[in-house]
């Protein structure tokens, strides 16, 4: 089993920077890849960022690319999500996930949530 806490939520204005944050502990020696998703009030969750633990290219949503950031900690089993120019669409709870011997994510973490107010 994997588990997941992810911290660093909390309410910003339009513009400003928050950084997210998620450690992962147990059984994560075989972690492919880790990565952040979010759900916004009446919408469904979406991809945000992915970073493989092999050192890869990160992935992005379209929509946050380019004011967003993932990196890792491999020594502290530690993700990473830093946000800047925050806009309100970008208001959501973030959840962390991680894909372990899986072709999918398949350990979520609690969620954290973002809100970014005008």
């Known amino acids: 089993q994997v588990q997941l806490l992810e911290s660093g939520g909390g309410l910003v204005q339009a513009g400003g920077s928050l950084r997210l944050s998620c450690a992962a502990s147990g059984r994560t020696f075989n972690t492919i890849e880790m990565g952040w998703f979010r759900q916004a009030p009446g919408k469904e969750r979406e991809f945000v960022a992915a970073?493989?633990?092999?050192?890869?290219?990160?992935v992005y949503a379209d929509s946050v690319k380019g004011r967003f950031t993932i990196s890792r900690d491999n020594a502290k089993n530690t993700v990473y999500l830093q946000m800047n120019s925050l806009k309100p669409g970008d208001t959501a709870i973030y959840y962390c996930?991680?894909?372990?011997?899986?072709?999918?994510?398949?350990?979520w973490g609690q969620g954290t949530q973002v809100t970014v107010s005008p």
């Open positions: 970073i493989t633990w092999s050192g890869g290219r990160p």
């Open positions: 996930a991680t894909r372990v011997l899986s072709n999918t994510f398949n350990y």
